[in-house]
């Protein structure tokens, strides 16, 4: 169980922190919009999970027949890529685009039902509050090296 609280909770809010760091250094115009409206902070956040999703894959069991291409279908182990699905054309318009102002479909890395992270809600807020207070007490963010990014 310790090894699940520090992998599932420690190391994907790192990195998601990390990629919602890389996004604002890459992007000073993003940064302008958050800091005259901190309350579009939650929005970025969502959409952070959903373009940069910290937990690419993960297993899960087919429960009922269905098909997905040529393999066999209830019972079967289906590997659900969430750098795929979060950009479904069927579920976001311009999956591919990342826009943190928009109304979008959440993303399904965090789990819906009875496979909802119970660590959502407090990984939100913590990755609110870190973009919150950065973008507070740290002006111009930019990237060292552009080329490298």
Known sequence: MAE???VAGHETTSNSI?????RLA????????LRQAPTAIAKFVEELLRTEAPVQMMPRYATQDTVL?????QGAVVMVAFASANRDA?????GESFTSSSERVAAP????GIHTCVG????????????RLVLERYSGLRLVDPQRS
């Open 120 to 131: 959502s809600p407090l990984a939100k807020l913590v990755l609110t509050n870190t973009f």
């Open 4 to 6: 699940n609280v520090l």
């Open 109 to 112: 890395d965090l789990g819906s």
């Open 90 to 94: 069927a579920k976001f318009a311009d």
């Open 69 to 73: 291409g040529e393999l066999p279908s």
């Open 26 to 33: 890459s992007e000073p115009d993003l940064q302008r919009r």
């Open 18 to 22: 990390a990629a919602g760091l890389h």
